[in-house]
């Protein structure tokens, strides 16, 4: 069954580092998700991209994140400066239809950041 | 801005009950969605609820969907240990985006 995945498993960073995180896709999707959860929160829209374009972002996403699909399977997340507060475990997903049909977003395994 | 609600935060149950796991949310949406995540693990997709009055159900959970009401419940019955864990409805709305809109989840804990 196709899945999405996502790499490292675990990212420890010193603050004011730069960190990427990756994510494959499932193959035939044409929409993508970042969303981040903060232990024992809720899971929080990060963006959406769509046709190699930002669609939505939300106020989380500040200067300080960058998203990109460099290639035909990979997207990424950047976070140029990370601060003591973007410790989170970071999920990607994705979906192949947008609303209004079905947007089930399938989820990734998570990178869980933690910055020190 | 969109808002979802679930109660309880928090649900003790012993084997072998029925509870129901509510979900209300602010803005007019015909679509719904519950997912299940076990600690430390991914969200994993359990039921798309996408018109008034949809239902359905997947062995001891059954999850129903009142777009007029704005509510959507998870009814859990004669629940197993398996259950244990922590169960977020989402809301997505043509009005916001393609993005989903998580409640802060229901931790689940069956008790044998």
């Known amino acids: 069954e196709p899945e999405v995945t996502q790499t490292p498993s675990h990212q420890v960073t010193q603050m004011g580092q730069e960190v990427i995180l990756r994510c494959v896709p499932i193959s035939n999707h044409l929409y993508f998700y970042w969303y981040r959860q903060i232990l024992g929160q809720k899971v929080e829209f990060l963006v959406s991209?769509?046709?190699?374009?930002?669609?939505?972002k939300s106020e989380i996403f500040d200067d300080q994140f960058s998203v990109e699909r460099p290639d035909g399977s990979n997207f990424t997340l950047k976070i140029r400066s990370t601060k003591l507060e973007d410790s989170a475990m970071y999920f990607c997903?994705?979906?192949?239809?947008?609303?209004?049909?079905?947007?089930?977003?399938?989820f990734g395994p998570g990178t869980r950041l933690t910055v020190l | 801005e969109l808002k979802v609600e679930q109660n309880p935060l928090f649900l003790s149950m012993q084997e072998g009950k029925n509870y129901t796991i509510y979900c209300n949310y602010s803005?007019?949406?015909?679509?719904l969605y519950w997912y299940r995540q076990d600690p430390g693990k991914s969200l994993e997709s359990l039921f798309v609820l996408l018109s008034n009055g949809a239902v359905k159900q997947e062995g001891r959970l059954m999850a129903s969907l009142d777009t007029k009401a704005r509510l959507s419940t998870l009814h859990i019955t004669a629940a197993v240990h398996d259950l244990s864990a922590t169960y977020f409805c989402?809301?997505?709305?043509?009005?916001?985006?393609?993005?989903?809109?998580f409640g802060a989840g229901t931790i689940l804990r069956v008790k044998s």
């Open positions: 803005t007019t949406s015909d679509r």
């Open positions: 989402a809301v997505d709305s043509m009005e916001y985006g393609n993005k989903l809109v």
């Open positions: 991209f769509y046709n190699n374009e930002i669609s939505e």
């Open positions: 997903a994705s979906s192949d239809l947008p609303v209004p049909r079905v947007n089930e977003q399938f």
